[in-house]
């Protein structure tokens, strides 16, 4: 039997940033409801991030971070959420510590420290369970293993959502004053570390629907595995600690700013290139990387141990995906939709990413933003009344797939997807004439596919709905890689192989224009544009590029 169920906030996720905007909301004295598709505390990236950003302001030299950071970015960060997340990582962390979460360590915070994150004691259990309990002890509400799938809209205003548990039929209407999504990235489910089942960019596809506004995709994530890593969740069930996340110190894979290994090494033993100082570890990895490959010297050895790449498919840069931020309060461009975390495209890293442990502290700081807006904001409000027609609307957009009789089933559709995705031609070193022909057929499984997905279950109705979030993000992606003719940070063109100052000092903003999908370039402050030579603000060349 369908229910309903009323709050002052509704928090979309179960990762760090909406375990912060949950309980800060809550603490503002809204009421509120925290909806997840897995389980609060253990979902989406949250439970493989290790470290936490802890900058202070008194004893450290912020123009000098920033300057940092700019650099590390190539220039394409935005700058108020840069210094926002920086001001306000160490009152996050006190919060962390108040309510139970351990660390390794102390945070080092001298003048003259580096960027760089403390760690978390995974040793005495998953930190995302004391953010758990912590969601308890606050007053939240928590519904576990329901899947948000569409928005709910009434007077221009996001009024609430519906949601589908995952082993059943029997529908969850949530009107709601103010929601907050928190979902993260987007993946396209690959088969490798870190493992983004849940993430299937459900946030961003509902809120394009409803009207909001989407940042660019071109900026990829590089996150890659290795031979013989072993399951992080299953490690942790079994009680152990589990491997140190890729882009970490000690880690397997790529460092955030000056972090990670200095050289790669192909399938001959030969030192593909030095990484120059200043240049952010985790674009020299993606690029060098991928090129030895598209040389035909792959695979990889990274300390001693095979690398393979696209193990974040389908994710973009940390902070460089999701809704576009109307304001410095977490606002989406539509009345009522707020957003935190990676389902917030602050471009807080900028084109590459540049500190440890930044992309978690910059969820519990967007976190504690949104609920602070969010309960202000609802305290203000009655609670909206809904019409039967928009409530009967969603409810058939939901239960859509599940009453066809015949079509194209989710598992084959979301195969086929990576499958035109994954090939690192077309993901990571792209071309006008390879991402137009792939675009094509993306344009097709929306058009002819999409439309036709059934399913016979509940769970396959589930994958009826991450498949189709999965087309749109693919075709964002796609169409976000052409828009941006030069190359920047994670975002290579190989017909482009070139930053291009003049015209691309901008970000990419994506609506929806009657049915078509808009691209539009916002270009950063006249202020924030950096000054010097070519090579002087570009000590790393891309494969391919002149000296300009």
């Known amino acids: ?23 800060k909301a809550s603490e503002a004295g809204a009421s509120v409801i925290m909806a997840d598709k897995g389980y609060v505390g253990r979902s989406g990236q949250s439970p493989y991030a290790d470290s936490f950003l802890v900058f202070d302001p008194n004893t450290q030299d912020m123009e000098a971070a920033m300057e940092e950071i700019n650099r590390h970015s190539e220039y394409l960060n935005n700058r108020f959420w840069t210094r926002t997340v920086l001001e306000h990582s160490a009152a996050r962390y006190q919060d962390l510590l108040s309510w139970g979460c351990q660390f390794t360590g102390q945070p080092d915070t001298s003048p003259g420290a580096s960027l760089s994150g403390v760690q978390f004691d995974k040793a005495v259990g998953p930190y995302g369970d004391t953010l758990r309990k912590q969601c308890r002890k606050s007053g939240v509400q928590i519904v576990d293993q329901v899947m948000i799938v569409e ?8 009024a609430g959502a519906v949601g589908l548990p995952n082993d059943s039929t029997d529908l969850v209407t949530f009107i709601a004053k103010t929601v907050i999504s928190c979902v993260g990235a987007c993946g396209y489910k690959p088969n490798g570390y870190p493992a983004l089942m849940q993430l299937t960019g459900d946030g961003e596809a509902m809120a394009y629907r409803a009207g909001a506004a989407i940042l660019g995709k071109e900026f990829v994530d590089a996150h890659y595995s290795k031979e013989g890593m072993p399951d992080p969740v299953s490690q942790r069930d079994a009680g152990a600690p589990p491997p140190v996340v890729p882009g970490q110190k000690g880690g397997p894979g790529p460092g955030g700013g000056d972090g990670g290994p200095k050289t790669r090494k192909n399938c001959d033993g030969e030192i593909i290139s030095e990484r120059p100082e200043g240049v952010s570890g985790y674009m020299f990895t993606y690029l060098q990387s991928e090129f030895a490959v598209h040389e035909g010297k792959g695979p990889i050895w990274n300390r001693g141990a095979k690398s393979f790449g696209g193990a974040a498919l389908g994710m973009s840069l940390r902070k460089a995906d999701g809704l576009w931020v109307a304001d410095h309060e977490c606002r989406s461009t539509i009345p009522g939709l707020f957003a935190a975390g990676d389902a917030q495209g602050t471009m807080q890293n900028g084109a590459a990413y540049s500190t440890g ?10 976190g504690t933003i949104a609920a602070e807006t969010a309960a202000k904001e609802a305290a203000s409000m009655e609670m909206p009344e809904v019409s039967a027609e928009e409530l009967q609307r969603a409810r058939n957009f939901v ?43 993306i344009e097709f499984m929306k058009e002819h596919i999409a439309p036709m997905i059934y399913a016979t279950d509940a769970h396959e109705l589930r994958l009826a709905h991450e498949a189709k979030n999965m087309i749109l993000s693919a075709e964002i992606r796609l169409r976000s890689g052409l828009f941006r003719t030069e190359s920047r940070g994670n975002h290579y063109r190989e017909d482009y192989p070139f930053r291009d100052d003049e015209n691309w000092l901008c970000w990419t903003k994506v609506t929806d224009d009657h049915g078509t999908m808009k691209l539009e370039k916002v270009p950063v402050p006249e202020a924030w544009k950096p000054a010097g030579s070519y090579r002087e603000k570009y000590p ?3 494969p391919g590029e002149e000296v300009r």
């Open 540 to 542: 790393f060349p891309f």
């Open 1 to 23: 039997m369908d229910k309903t169920m009323k709050c002052d906030v509704l928090v979309i996720g179960g990762g760090i940033a909406a375990c912060f905007a949950a309980i």
């Open 151 to 158: 928005f709910l809209k009434q007077g221009g205003r996001i």
């Open 399 to 441: 239960l859509g797939p599940i009453q066809r009789t015949g079509g194209f089933g989710p598992r084959w559709v979301m195969e086929l997807l990576r499958n035109y995705m994954m090939p690192y031609f077309v993901y990571f070193i792209k071309k006008a004439d390879r991402l137009e022909a792939t675009l094509t057929l």
């Open 357 to 366: 442990g930044g992309s978690i502290c910059g969820g519990a700081v967007t």
